[in-house]
């Protein structure tokens, strides 16, 4: 099992920053592709950021390609999602997951393929 727990969501005006955290306990954490997704109301889960196993492939969605950055910390546990330039459309709950050995594209990007979930944090993003 791997537990995933979020932080860093809030309340930040259009234009502003955010970062947010996603700490991980359980298994080695080296092994996991871990990815950054987030749901808005009425809307379907989508992918945003993520990074494989072995930190060598990082993907974005489009929509945040340039403004938002994923890195981690395999001795802290930790990955974040670092948020800037912030619009109103990226306000939604973000989910930090956890995908075995993963790399591609394929895998990173969609959500079935992750085997373990956070319990979200909320950002909102005011005009």
């Known amino acids: 099992q791997v537990q995933l727990v979020e932080s860093g969501g809030g309340l930040v005006q259009a234009g502003g920053s955010l970062r947010l955290s996603c700490a991980a306990s359980g298994r080695t954490f080296s092994n996991y592709a871990m990815g950054w997704f987030r749901q808005a109301p009425g809307k379907e889960r989508e992918f945003v950021a993520a990074?494989?196993?072995?930190?060598?492939?990082?993907f974005y969605a489009g929509s945040v390609k340039g403004r938002f950055t994923i890195t981690s910390n395999n001795a802290k546990n930790v990955v974040y999602l670092q948020m800037d330039s912030l619009e109103p459309e990226d306000t939604a709950v973000y989910y930090c997951?956890?995908?075995?050995?993963?790399?591609?594209?394929?895998?990173?990007?969609?959500?079935?393929?992750?085997?373990?979930w956070g319990q979200g944090t909320r950002v909102t993003v005011s005009s």
């Open positions: 990074m494989s196993f072995t930190g060598s492939n990082i």
């Open positions: 997951a956890a995908n075995y050995l993963s790399s591609s594209w394929y895998a990173l990007s969609t959500a079935k393929e992750y085997e373990y």
